[in-house]
């Protein structure tokens, strides 16, 4: 098929050989593809600085159908998201935003998680530091949701059943919260009025970010994670995530 241009974001990139390097790109217009830069390591290359982690560009590429490596004649680079490497959380949950794309996004045509996706890393670098922590929850929230696997909070995952105020068995399992008549028949982490709120809050982009205190910030971590591993892991390792949830840079 002829040559095509597509807006992209360098989801990984390895060394091949002296001097190339194999990247996965998230594309607007054909998923997340995998295509090999030929020459990327020379000194005069013309890719020069372009491919790194989560650069922002035009990706000219030469596709082969029934091929899972693509050709990447060039790559003009629109953002380098710079901010992101000089904070070390918002490089890690930029980093599991790519991962989580990288593993679970399809690879045709799906512009919805590639514009999340551009947009997170944009509210990464803008976010007021003090809100990274939970800016980071609601937008993987947000893709692991545009990529299909949006939790129920309103009502009942198994039977429908409206779901009143207060506490909320939540099944990681069945994608969300049960009424009180399935959790006791299936089994339910159950949610403080408190963390119900919160978790309402994270997932629709409209509310003000709740403020999270260490100890809540760590179980909104873990249910996020929990989450992703059950519904998207098919017992993948997800490293950044891993990285992400445990927050090394926070000293004991």
């Avoid at 994670?225 to 017992?235: D, F, M, P, S, T």
Wanted: one cysteine or more; a negative charge.
């Amino acid at each position: 098929m002829p040559p095509v241009s597509t807006p992209a974001i360098v989801l990984s990139a390895l060394r091949y050989s002296e001097t190339s390097k194999i990247v996965r790109l998230a594309t607007r217009d054909f998923g997340v593809q995998s295509a090999i830069a030929k020459g990327a390591l020379r000194p005069k290359s013309r890719f020069g600085a372009a491919l790194q982690l989560l650069s922002e560009g035009q990706a000219q590429l030469h596709m082969k159908e029934h091929r899972e490596l693509h050709l990447l004649t060039a790559f003009d680079v629109r953002q380098l998201h710079v901010g992101l490497a000089s904070d070390l959380e918002r490089y890690a949950v930029a980093c599991a935003l790519a991962e989580v794309m990288l593993r679970f996004a399809p690879a045709d045509a799906h512009p919805e998680s590639f514009e999340l996706l551009r947009h997170a890393l944009v509210e990464l670098e803008t976010t007021d530091q003090a809100n990274v922590e939970a800016m980071g929850l609601r937008l993987l929230w947000q893709l692991v949701s545009v990529l299909g696997f949006a939790p129920s909070l309103d009502v009942c995952v198994i039977d429908g059943a409206l779901l009143p105020p207060g506490p909320l068995p939540f099944s990681t399992r069945d994608g969300g919260a049960l009424c009180s008549t399935c959790a006791s028949q299936h089994g339910a982490t159950n949610l403080p009025e408190q963390a119900r709120a919160d978790l309402l809050a994270l997932l629709e982009p409209a509310s003000e970010l709740p403020a999270l205190d260490a100890k809540h910030g760590a179980a909104h971590r873990r249910l996020l994670a929990r989450y992703i591993r059950y519904h998207l892991g098919e017992g993948a390792e997800l490293p950044a995530l891993e990285f992400w949830m445990q927050q090394p840079w926070v000293a004991a």
